[in-house]
């Protein structure tokens, strides 16, 4: 059974920093695509960054230079590094993982419907 389990979620003020981390437990396969979404209260789903099995790396703009996604396959840990944040990151952040040969463009990848994911991790930004 795929379990995820995010941690580090917070408030923080404007120009902050948090660090995400999303630990995987039970997906075995060799190929995937793992992703950060959020979601703010009467918004829709947003993908914001993804990384397959090769390390190739996608952002969505608002976020990129800013973000950065990285994984630790001997912990089978996947992180979101944000800086300079905004109120407008302001949501749930949750973990997911898909069996894909690749990610999907990250401006598609909410329709996406990832069979794994996490409960979700607050992060909240205040100006």
């Known amino acids: 059974q795929v379990q995820l389990v995010e941690s580090g979620g917070g408030s923080v003020q404007a120009g902050g920093s948090l660090r995400l981390s999303c630990v995987q437990y039970?997906?075995?396969?060799?190929?995937?695509?793992l992703a950060w979404f959020r979601q703010a209260p009467g918004k829709e789903r947003e993908g914001v960054a993804h990384?397959?099995?090769?390390?190739?790396?996608m952002y969505i703009p608002s976020v990129k230079g800013r973000f950065t996604i990285s994984q630790d396959n001997a912990k089978n840990t996947l992180y979101l590094e944000m800086n300079d944040l905004k109120p407008e990151d302001t949501g749930m952040y949750y973990c997911a993982i898909h069996k894909l040969n690749a990610c999907p463009a990250i401006r598609t990848i909410a329709s996406w419907p990832f069979p794994y994911r996490g409960q979700g991790t607050q992060v909240t930004v205040s100006s």
């Open positions: 039970g997906y075995t396969a060799n190929t995937y695509c």
């Open positions: 990384i397959d099995h090769d390390d190739f790396t």
